[in-house]
Structure formats: structure tokens, C-alpha cells
């Protein structure tokens, strides 16, 4: 049995073993060693980039340990070969427990609103150096334009790929568009940490505990944002969104919240659109790769066909395909 003092052989081990999840850019592995079980986490060679990223993921967990209290302690890091080591969380992940659709148990939406009063209070300077040209504090246009940036390049990168099925799907030649008119009018708000990724299955439930996984996108800049990731990948009932936008206003300070509701649907406008161009290139290459079972093929069209008929309602086009023309596109690549 590989030990914690031996991080190389854990990670030897994590390569070789064929009992593994995966997100969308970590292969996370669980091995038990003599001082408990840790789970080795390993970028995924070729992962499509769709995201923001400004840090190494252990910079930050090992940045925030200190004031974030329910997240997995980093173990190890290693720069060459990239791995990391971190504690195992018992419990359950709550999209196994609550799938989108489902009520979350009672604690989860108060302890979300925990975290986010916890992002607060995590100064900068304990943070791993932000990028030179990185927006200023406040300027909250130029980092929502950092956003769109990176949505437009996917866009662009898939177009030549992708680009008949982004038609027949009914999207704009300028998916965007709508979103850049919108960023000039949000309102200038102090910056903070960010997780930019707290959703179902990045969350354990345990003995009416929640503990928050996954890190890599940890971003500084508006706090409006990360509640607006938060609603638009959680799915949740109409009075538990009520419930967790009040449990994030309670979080955090006056001048976190000026003009938050408007720049909210702002933020949710170019969410939406991302999913829809992010999501028709992830799930097309699914059913492609022929991998996944019937059912959750299946599962892969439903959920597309929700998340571009919501970018059509923010295109206020007539457009938006059906079940049907969303499944055909996808299985006739």
C-alpha cells in the first residue's frame, strides 16, 4: 500500500488504475494508503480549454486553507509531472443525491452562503500572483470582457468543426453579440475571490455538511459572477433560488451588491450563451466517441436541447429548435 510520503507512487498508482472520474480537465483517483484515503487528481491530456483560468488549482487550495473551511487540504503538488494529492471527503456527491430538478437538503443553499461570506474574506495577497494585465479593481466590464473572450474564442476555435451544427442549431452568426452590448452598464463593484464552479456534482453532503470541490477556476474579480455560475449550474427550484440569492446578499458587503439584479440577468445572458456553444461541442464529441450508454446519450440531447433553446431566449430568436431537430443535428455529425 503506497504512503502519503511517497506522492510519486501514489501518482504511479493513480495512472495505472482504470477506476476513475473525470471532470472535464482532472482524471480523480481514490487510493487508500496506511494514514487514510487520498484522491490523486491528473490533468487530462488534450482537454478542450472552454474556461477561464488565471492559477494553478493547488496555488489556490493551498492559498485558502487557512479561511475556506470545508474543502479538501492539499496532500502534495507536483509541478513535473502535474499532479496533486488531496484529502478524501466522505459522504456524497450531491448531484447523486439531489440531481438538477431535485430540492437540495436543507443546509446545502445556507452553507453556500457560508462560502461565499468565506471567499470574502481571503485578501489578495495570500493569492498567487494575478496576471499583469488583469482588470483593476472595480472594473467590473473589463473582467466580464475577459469572460466573453474566452467564450468567443471557443466559438471561433469549433466554428470550422462545428460550424453546421452551431447552424442547425439556429445560432447566430454572432452568438455573443447581445451579451457585449450588455457589458458597459454593469456597475462597478470591489473584486474578491471567486470559485466560479459550484455546482451539484462539485459538492459533498455529509451529516448535513457541505464541502466544495474543484478549484481550478477559482477567478478574482465580481462576486455578481459567481452567484450567477452558481443559479444558472445548479437548477434549482424557484424557492431555493430565492432562498440563495438572499443567503449571497447576506454574504457579502453593501458595495458587493449595487445594482446587483440587473447585472445578475447580464451575467446569466452570457451563461447561457456559453453553455450553448460550450456544451454543443462537448456533448456532440460524447455521442460521437459512441462511449456512453443509450440512456445517457439520451440524457446528453435533453439537456442540450434546454440549454439552446435558453441562448435562444437571449438571441429573442424564432429559431429555437425542438427535441427532435437538437438530436438529429447532434447524431448526423
Same mark, same amino acid.
Given at each position: 500500500?503506497?504512503?502519503?510520503?511517497?506522492?510519486?507512487?501514489?501518482?504511479?498508482?493513480?495512472?495505472?488504475?482504470?477506476?476513475?472520474?473525470?471532470?472535464?480537465?482532472?482524471?480523480?483517483?481514490?487510493?487508500?494508503?496506511?494514514?487514510?484515503?487520498?484522491?490523486?487528481? #491528473?490533468?487530462?491530456?488534450? @482537454?478542450?480549454?472552454?474556461?477561464?483560468t488565471i492559477w494553478p488549482e493547488a496555488d489556490v487550495v493551498r492559498? #485558502?486553507?487557512?479561511? #475556506?473551511?470545508?474543502?479538501?487540504?492539499?496532500?502534495?503538488?507536483?509541478?513535473?509531472?502535474?499532479?496533486?494529492?488531496?484529502?478524501?471527503?466522505?459522504?456524497?456527491?450531491?448531484?447523486?443525491?439531489?440531481?438538477?430538478?431535485?430540492?437540495?437538503?436543507?443546509?446545502?443553499?445556507?452553507?453556500?452562503?457560508?462560502?461565499?461570506?468565506?471567499? %470574502?474574506?481571503?485578501?489578495?495577497?495570500?493569492?498567487?500572483?494575478?496576471?499583469?494585465? =488583469?482588470?483593476?479593481?472595480?472594473?467590473?466590464?473589463?473582467?466580464?470582457?475577459?469572460?466573453?473572450?474566452?467564450?468567443?474564442?471557443?466559438?471561433?476555435?469549433?466554428?470550422?468543426?462545428? %460550424?453546421?451544427?452551431?447552424?442547425?442549431?439556429?445560432?447566430?452568426? +454572432?452568438?455573443? %453579440?447581445?451579451?457585449? $452590448?450588455?457589458?458597459?452598464?454593469?456597475?462597478? /463593484?470591489?473584486?474578491?475571490?471567486?470559485?466560479? +464552479?459550484?455546482? /451539484?456534482?462539485?459538492? #459533498?453532503?455529509?451529516?448535513?455538511?457541505?464541502?466544495?470541490?474543484? =478549484?481550478?477556476?477559482?477567478?478574482?474579480?465580481?462576486?455578481?459572477?459567481?452567484?450567477?455560475?452558481?443559479?444558472?449550474?445548479?437548477?434549482?427550484?424557484?424557492?431555493?433560488?430565492?432562498?440563495?440569492? @438572499?443567503? =449571497?446578499?447576506?454574504?457579502?458587503?453593501?458595495?458587493?451588491?449595487?445594482?446587483?439584479?440587473?447585472?445578475?440577468?447580464?451575467?446569466?445572458?452570457?451563461? /447561457?450563451?456559453?453553455?450553448?456553444?460550450?456544451?454543443?461541442?462537448?456533448?456532440?464529441?460524447?455521442?460521437?466517441?459512441?462511449? $456512453?450508454?443509450?440512456?445517457?446519450?439520451?440524457?446528453?440531447?435533453?439537456?442540450?436541447?434546454?440549454?439552446?433553446?435558453?441562448?435562444?431566449?437571449?438571441?429573442?430568436?424564432? /429559431?429555437?429548435?425542438?427535441? @427532435?431537430?437538437?438530436? %438529429?443535428?447532434?447524431?448526423?455529425?
Amino acid at each position: 500500500m503506497a504512503k502519503t510520503s511517497d506522492p510519486d507512487g501514489l501518482y504511479r498508482i493513480a495512472l495505472a488504475s482504470t477506476d476513475r472520474s473525470a471532470g472535464f480537465y482532472n482524471h480523480n483517483v481514490r487510493i487508500e494508503t496506511p494514514a487514510g484515503s487520498v484522491v490523486v487528481r #491528473i490533468p487530462i491530456p488534450g @482537454a478542450d480549454t472552454m474556461d477561464l483560468t488565471i492559477w494553478p488549482e493547488a496555488d489556490v487550495v493551498r492559498a #485558502i486553507d487557512p479561511v #475556506i473551511a470545508r474543502v479538501p487540504r492539499l496532500v502534495h503538488s507536483s509541478v513535473e509531472p502535474v499532479y496533486q494529492v488531496v484529502e478524501w471527503i466522505d459522504g456524497d456527491v450531491l448531484d447523486a443525491v439531489a440531481p438538477r430538478g431535485k430540492p437540495v437538503p436543507g443546509h446545502v443553499v445556507g452553507d453556500v452562503g457560508e462560502l461565499f461570506a468565506q471567499l %470574502g474574506r481571503v485578501p489578495l495577497e495570500q493569492l498567487p500572483a494575478l496576471p499583469a494585465d =488583469w482588470p483593476l479593481d472595480g472594473d467590473t466590464a473589463s473582467f466580464a470582457n475577459r469572460l466573453s473572450d474566452i467564450t468567443a474564442s471557443v466559438h471561433a476555435r469549433f466554428l470550422g468543426e462545428f %460550424g453546421e451544427l452551431f447552424d442547425g442549431l439556429g445560432f447566430p452568426a +454572432d452568438p455573443l %453579440g447581445p451579451v457585449l $452590448e450588455r457589458w458597459q452598464t454593469l456597475s462597478p /463593484r470591489p473584486f474578491r475571490l471567486l470559485h466560479t +464552479d459550484i455546482h /451539484r456534482k462539485n459538492m #459533498i453532503v455529509d451529516v448535513d455538511v457541505t464541502y466544495f470541490l474543484d =478549484w481550478e477556476l477559482a477567478l478574482w474579480g465580481d462576486p455578481v459572477y459567481d452567484l450567477a455560475v452558481h443559479l444558472h449550474k445548479m437548477g434549482y427550484q424557484a424557492d431555493e433560488e430565492e432562498a440563495a440569492q @438572499a443567503a =449571497w446578499l447576506a454574504a457579502v458587503p453593501a458595495g458587493a451588491a449595487v445594482e446587483w439584479r440587473a447585472d445578475l440577468a447580464t451575467y446569466l445572458a452570457h451563461e /447561457r450563451v456559453k453553455s450553448a456553444v460550450v456544451d454543443s461541442v462537448r456533448y456532440a464529441k460524447l455521442i460521437a466517441a459512441g462511449t $456512453e450508454p443509450p440512456d445517457a446519450e439520451a440524457a446528453l440531447v435533453d439537456k442540450l436541447t434546454a440549454k439552446v433553446r435558453t441562448a435562444h431566449a437571449v438571441w429573442k430568436s424564432s /429559431r429555437a429548435p425542438d427535441h @427532435a431537430t437538437v438530436e %438529429g443535428c447532434v447524431r448526423s455529425r
